[in-house]
């Protein structure tokens, strides 16, 4: 808890300069937009206070125990959070906008407009 309390603060003051991810308008780039787009979701935080990355974390299933991996309690938290709550659909929702503000009428668009139903 107080390592979730450490990061809020900083959090806080990260927020200040905090610059919403542009419009993705090269391919070749592709990868990199990507990264900058889950570096920011990890700087924004969601209904619980978890940062959106909780959104698309790739992790299905977490180890548990003290040989589960993750650089610290921060990431544990965020690779634990239930994917059923409410909270987590409004989440879902706010990381969507995100995602369409940064690649609607982009080169990416007809890829990633296959899930806006999903």
Same mark, same amino acid.
């Given at each position: 808890?107080? #390592? =979730?309390?450490?990061?809020?603060? %900083?959090?806080? %003051? ?15 780039? =592709? ?30 299933? +977490? ?6 991996? @993750? ?5 544990? +938290? ?5 994917? %059923? %709550? #409410? ?7 706010? +990381?969507?906008?995100?995602?369409? +503000? ?12 296959? @899930?806006?139903?999903?």
């Amino acid at each position: 808890m107080i #390592e =979730i309390n450490k990061h809020e603060k %900083e959090d806080k %003051e990260l927020a200040k300069d905090l610059v919403a991810p542009g419009q993705i308008d090269n391919l070749k780039k =592709i990868r990199d937009a990507f990264e900058n787009i889950a570096e920011y979701l990890l700087q924004i935080r969601g209904m619980t206070g978890v940062p959106l990355a909780n959104v698309i974390c790739e992790d299905k299933e +977490v180890p548990e125990g003290p040989d589960n991996f @993750y650089q610290d309690a921060f990431k544990e +938290v965020i690779a634990q959070c239930p994917h %059923e %709550e #409410e909270s987590y659909a409004a989440d879902n929702a706010q +990381v969507w906008s995100i995602i369409r +503000v940064c690649d609607h009428g982009g080169p990416t668009w007809s890829w990633v407009s296959l @899930y806006l139903r999903a």
